[in-house]
């Protein structure tokens, strides 16, 4: 005779993330014979195993929150699923207005002013290409001087 453990199971704590990326889902179980991933979203999942990408569909990213749940389905005999969910917050991704044409005087530094929202609204800012800018990793970042004609 061979008893079974009913199945346990976990996916952590919930997560707050940016609609622009995608879930990573690491789940942690035991005594289970198959397992699998549902949601009360609209996406999809990238695998049904212990470990999945969960990628938002647009009605995910307009209610702004989704729940998704694992279930590690038992051994015979045992009867009894083991379940747990998580709460995803779903943040709006930033977005970052500039103007399309800016004029520079030669010779002198400029300095950007981007409009941003969306999002968190902990920004952090990276300036590329890092060598124009005498800090690229402010918000209104500042050139060093032009040494041609924009």
Request: glycine letters at 4%; one cysteine or more; charged letters at 15%.
């Given at each position: 005779?061979?008893?079974?453990?009913?199945?346990?199971?976990?996916?952590?704590?919930?997560?707050?993330?940016?609609?622009?990326?995608?879930?990573?889902?690491?789940?942690e179980?035991?005594?289970?014979?198959?397992?699998?991933?549902?949601?009360?979203?609209?996406?999809?999942f990238?695998?049904?195993?212990?470990?999945?990408?969960?990628?938002?569909?647009?009605?995910d990213?307009?209610s702004?929150?989704?729940?998704i749940?694992?279930?590690?389905?038992?051994?015979?005999p045992?009867?009894?699923?083991?379940?747990?969910?998580l709460?995803?917050i779903?943040?709006?991704?930033?977005?970052?207005?500039?103007?399309?044409?800016?004029e520079?005087?030669?010779?002198?530094?400029?300095?950007?002013y981007?409009?941003?929202?969306?999002?968190?609204?902990?920004?952090?800012?990276?300036?590329?290409?890092?060598?124009?800018f005498?800090?690229?990793?402010?918000r209104?970042?500042?050139?060093y001087?032009f040494?041609?004609p924009?």
């Open positions: 005779m061979t008893l079974n453990d009913y199945p346990s199971a976990s996916v952590g704590e919930d997560i707050n993330i940016c609609s622009s990326e995608p879930v990573i889902l690491e789940a179980a035991d005594n289970f014979s198959s397992v699998n991933w549902t949601t009360s979203g609209s996406g999809s990238s695998q049904q195993d212990l470990t999945s990408v969960y990628t938002f569909s647009e009605q990213i307009e702004g929150i989704i729940t749940t694992f279930t590690a389905q038992p051994k015979y045992c009867d009894v699923p083991a379940t747990d969910s709460q995803v779903i943040k709006p991704a930033p977005v970052i207005d500039l103007p399309d044409i800016v520079a005087a030669y010779n002198m530094p400029f300095t950007f981007p409009d941003v929202s969306g999002a968190s609204g902990n920004y952090s800012f990276d300036w590329q290409p890092d060598s124009l005498t800090n690229p990793n402010v209104d970042a500042s050139t001087p040494p041609y924009v």
